[in-house]
C-alpha cells in the first residue's frame, strides 16, 4: 500500500482548512521582525528587533488571535496575499508552498518535533530586542540583520545539541 501523501503536498494553500494552514507555521519567528524599507531601492530591511507581541522565548505570539488591536499594521497572511509578501523570509512555509517548493526537512511537521525549528538553528529565538526598547523607531536600524533571512529552506536538518 503506498502511503499517503501529507496535505501539504496535495492541496494548494487556497484549499487548506484553518488548522492545516495554521500548522504550516514553524515558529521560527522571522516575519515578526521591525523591517524597513528603504525609500530609494524599495529593499526590505530586517532588524534583530522583534515586535512588541512576540515572545522571544516561545517564538509566538502573545496575542495572536486579537493582535491587531495592538498592532494596526500586522499583516495577516493568507493563500491570497502571499504573493505580494516578497518580505517573507525564503523559508518560510507558506512561501515555499507558493513557490512549488517542499516543507524544509527541519520543518516540524516533517519531522514530528515541535522543537525541530529551534535545533535547526533556522529560528531567531532568544536573537532579538523588543520594539519596546526604543523611544525612537528609527532606532532599531542599528540592528540590521540581512544574515536572518537567508534562505535555510533546504538546509539538512541537524539538529544543535541544547
Known amino acids: 500500500m503506498t502511503p499517503r501523501k501529507?496535505?501539504?503536498?496535495?492541496?494548494t494553500?487556497?484549499?487548506?482548512t484553518v488548522p492545516?494552514?495554521?500548522s504550516l507555521c514553524d515558529g521560527c519567528g522571522l516575519c515578526c521582525l521591525v523591517r524597513f524599507e528603504d525609500e530609494d531601492t524599495g529593499e526590505i530591511i530586517p532588524t534583530r528587533v522583534h515586535c512588541q507581541l512576540f515572545d522571544e522565548r516561545l517564538c509566538r505570539c502573545k496575542d495572536y488571535p486579537n493582535r491587531k488591536k495592538t498592532v494596526p499594521?500586522?499583516?495577516?497572511l493568507t493563500p491570497y496575499n502571499i504573493e505580494d509578501l516578497e518580505w517573507m523570509p525564503p523559508s518560510c512555509a507558506y512561501r515555499r508552498l507558493h513557490e512549488g517548493k517542499d516543507l524544509p526537512?527541519?520543518?516540524p511537521l516533517?519531522?514530528?518535533d515541535p522543537e525541530s525549528t529551534h535545533k535547526a538553528g533556522v529560528s531567531i529565538r532568544n536573537q532579538t530586542v523588543s520594539e519596546l526598547s526604543f523611544k525612537d523607531?528609527?532606532?532599531?536600524?542599528d540592528f540590521v540583520a540581512t544574515d536572518l533571512m537567508r534562505d535555510r529552506g533546504d538546509d539538512l536538518y541537524e539538529p544543535e545539541e541544547g
Open 6 to 11: 501529507p496535505f501539504w503536498q496535495t492541496k
Open 13 to 16: 494553500l487556497a484549499e487548506m
Open 20 to 22: 492545516e494552514w495554521e
Open 73 to 76: 499594521d500586522c499583516i495577516k
Open 105 to 107: 526537512l527541519w520543518h
Open 110 to 112: 516533517v519531522t514530528g
Open 137 to 141: 523607531a528609527e532606532d532599531a536600524m
